[in-house]
């Protein structure tokens, strides 16, 4: 087995509709914006899941027993680059209260067109106020969009023709 790299194997996108989120279709993904050449290396912000225990312990128990229960999204947010004033589609798009999805690929390369039967993660979000970072030696100037995830996602989409 070989490792699977990151470095330039994650496409991300913000598309405005999908009907179908178990199964978005290449056209729904083409009609999005692709963010990946923007964000900054550390900028795709929380999209791991953490999963809630439940104690199931009685009274008469005499060891400590657990189950899941919710799982959750936290702290998602992109952080972004800014773009040349006036053509920064990415900034205008990405407004407070805009709604839509976050689509991950991981593990193929970013510039692969997207196709059917890839493996894509869908997030519904809603926007949050933009934050402007603090400008700092030898960097670009950035911000930050939080993305709350808004209904349950679909870590395990598969790309529909």
């Not at 209904?151 to 395990?156: F, K, T, V």
């Amino acid at each position: 087995m070989a490792d699977v790299f990151a470095d330039g194997n994650v496409r991300v996108a913000f598309v405005a509709s999908i009907a179908n989120i178990a199964a978005p279709t290449v056209a729904e993904l083409n009609a999005g914006i692709l963010l990946q050449s923007t964000l900054t290396a550390d900028g795709l912000v929380g999209y791991e899941a953490t999963t809630a225990e439940v104690d199931t312990t009685s009274l008469a128990s005499t060891f400590d027993t657990k189950n899941i229960g919710r799982d959750a999204y936290s702290g998602t947010m992109l952080r972004l680059k800014k773009q040349t004033v006036g053509a920064d589609t990415i900034r205008s798009t990405l407004t407070r209260a805009t709604t839509g999805h976050i689509v991950i690929r991981r593990g193929i390369a970013e510039t692969t067109a997207w196709a059917a039967s890839q493996q894509v993660e869908v997030y519904p979000i809603i926007c949050g106020r933009r934050k402007e970072l603090a400008p700092e030696a030898n960097t670009v100037m950035r911000y930050e969009v939080p993305t709350m995830v808004s209904a349950p996602p679909e870590p395990d989409a598969v790309v529909a023709a």
